[in-house]
């Protein structure tokens, strides 16, 4: 076969077409590549090379209004790797268990972390001791991709006394970064308020993370290590300023001594700012720190005075005595008596009312309402419960503020039990389940009734007040007040002479202070508890304010299945708001 001459050059020029398109082609992708591309390569390239290591920020320091430390940051440590895939993981962390201990725990964690976050260090240990440390440093060649890092760890000075309310904090999980935390930007292994204080501001005490950046090879070995750009380090947080006064919170705690449990919230009626709150007993925010050793947390889970259970803000229990004065303020608003007044059946020991004798713990007479206040007298108040009504106690109780919350800056607190019509009563038992003699149960503080100590406590502040209550504020912020009732000016002087007297002649005459008067309210209730000798165990109450004719501090004080009453609680109460005041005293404080 020939080709004819013009068929050769056709084809050649075709053939050199094909190859200039082919490499013009080439020529485009490499402009392509090389210059137009540059940046987006060079940024791959360096991303591959190198790993940013996040530098962890500062919490805000939180102090109480005397400047006192609450919460702070020392150094800790904390030690992480450098891991590609989840198998490579799992052979370092097999490796380091050949020298230090690594529970399979803390390795099932580690590998979690690497999930959630395959582009950061994957944290080991996140608190780690400092022999630890040491120990690793000694065999830092054999992990050429471990990250030893010096980072601030939370502090709590005064451990436990403080757990009530400044909570703790603890790492970000899976559900915190699926919820995003209000655009805050979180990302796996940093750290996060979990309960109290910490929690409720965690905005205002989280600082900014940082970022330096090491080099490393293909095998993900770290090969060098740059030195922390000034524009990328970590900024800590602002301080955060309380109304704590540290020093009241320790006296508070402490007359819990080893044995009491229960709870103690102290107010400036004036402002509603929390001079001190505890629960008892708590337990210490420092244990919780890098992850709650499992050993802690099951004494904690299993222990039978429920230190994990906040009994100032969380704890429901029937006020007993201590909501008498709600009982008189109801009556003495509706004008159904008056302070003077005299209810007709003489204290005998009791009153039948109906089929059912309800009893009163003293034979006291007859006795004006100022007077069945100083005595605590049962059976003036279920005559009392009686003329005022079911539904008007109900609707005076909810106008008081038993039905919600008090409003604290904490997220523990819960509301309260009190309720607001009488169906209540017809969906809890039936519309022919209850009587009536339900009212002589609620106006002494029992029965369906049961309230947070926090929310005793910021009834109270009204009464040291005009008849307006402060919204309890743990951190600084703009006061609140509320009017919760209105007497006249002679109701008001007498029944704050007749809470004085509770304590000058009444049931609380054990708790007097020299050189100021204290007034307040005793109160006993039921538990359904028994000791060890069969006798039933008390829920045992004080709230009172000092000095009577100028309060500066309202302290309510519950204890939990108590042998005793409400009067030795009153002690207890005195020796808080003498502190508080730099009085002593008149009494030694019964044992108890």
């Not at 991709?145 to 909570?167: E, H, K, M, T, W």
């Not at 054990?510 to 005793?522: S, Y």
Request: aromatic share 8%; proline share 5%.
């Amino acid at each position: 076969m020939s080709f004819h001459p013009n068929d050769i050059r056709r084809r050649g020029i075709e053939a050199s077409v094909i190859i200039l398109a082919v490499m013009l082609f080439l020529l485009g992708g490499f402009f392509r590549g090389q210059v137009l591309q540059y940046q987006k390569y060079a940024t791959q390239s360096e991303t591959n090379r190198m790993r940013e290591i996040p530098l962890p920020a500062a919490r805000g320091v939180i102090y109480d209004r005397n400047g006192q430390v609450i919460a702070d940051n020392v150094v800790g440590y904390s030690v992480s790797v450098l891991a590609l895939r989840e198998d490579s993981l799992r052979a370092i962390l097999t490796r380091l268990g050949e020298v230090i201990t690594i529970s399979p725990n803390h390795a099932e964690q580690a590998v979690r972390r690497l999930r959630r976050a395959p582009g950061r260090p994957t944290v080991i240990i996140a608190d780690a001791a400092f022999d630890v440390v040491s120990v690793l440093e000694e065999h830092r060649s054999q992990f050429p991709g471990l990250i030893i890092q010096s980072a601030p760890r939370r502090f709590y000075p005064d451990g436990q006394i403080v757990s009530a309310f400044v909570g703790y904090t603890g790492e970000v999980s899976e559900n915190d970064l699926a919820r995003a935390q209000d655009s805050l930007d979180y990302k796996a292994g940093q750290q996060i308020g979990r309960q109290g204080l910490e929690k409720e501001y965690e905005a205002v005490l989280r600082g900014t993370e940082g970022s330096q950046f090491v080099e490393v090879d293909a095998r993900g070995r770290i090969v060098r290590q740059t030195a922390a750009r000034a524009d990328l380090a970590p900024v800590s947080a602002k301080p955060l300023y309380t109304n704590i006064d540290m020093d009241l919170q320790r006296v508070a705690a402490g007359v819990f001594g080893d044995t009491l449990q229960g709870g103690v919230v102290a107010l400036d009626p004036r402002t509603g700012a929390v001079l001190a709150l505890v629960s008892a007993p708590g337990w210490d925010g420092n244990r919780f720190v890098g992850g709650i050793p499992a050993q802690y947390w099951d004494s904690l889970r299993t222990d039978p005075r429920k230190p994990l259970y906040n009994k100032a803000l969380q704890g429901e229990y029937p006020p007993g005595s201590t909501f008498k004065i709600a009982t008189a303020i109801t009556a003495l608003e509706g004008n159904v008596v008056t302070m003077t007044e005299h209810m007709p059946q003489t204290c005998n020991g009791g009153l039948q009312y109906g089929s059912r004798y309800f009893h009163c713990d003293g034979k006291h007479g007859s006795l004006s309402l100022a007077e069945a206040i100083a005595k605590s007298c049962n059976t003036y108040f279920y005559q009392l419960g009686i003329k005022v009504g079911l539904t008007r106690l109900l609707a005076g109780g909810v106008n008081l503020g038993f039905k919600d919350r008090a409003g604290i800056d904490l997220p523990e607190e819960r509301a309260p039990l009190w309720p607001a019509t009488t169906s209540y009563f017809d969906r809890r038992y039936g519309k022919s389940g209850w009587t009536s003699s339900v009212v002589l149960n609620l106006a002494i503080g029992q029965g369906e009734n049961a309230q947070t100590i926090l929310n005793m406590a910021r009834f109270y502040t009204a009464l040291a007040t005009d008849g307006t209550e402060a919204r309890p504020e743990v951190v600084k912020r703009a006061p609140e007040r509320k009017r919760l009732f209105k007497l006249n000016d002679q109701q008001f002087t007498q029944l704050r002479a007749a809470l004085a007297n509770v304590v000058e002649t009444g049931t609380a005459a054990r708790a007097k202070i020299e050189g100021v008067v204290l007034a307040g309210k005793t109160g006993t209730a039921q538990s359904r508890k028994y000791g060890p000798n069969g006798k039933e165990l008390n829920f045992s109450w004080f709230v009172g304010f000092a000095p009577a004719d100028d309060p500066k501090i309202v302290v309510a004080m519950m204890l939990e299945y108590v042998p005793f009453q409400g009067a030795t609680t009153a002690t207890l109460v005195s020796k808080i708001i003498g502190s508080y005041l730099h009085v002593t005293p008149k009494v030694d404080i019964v044992p108890y």
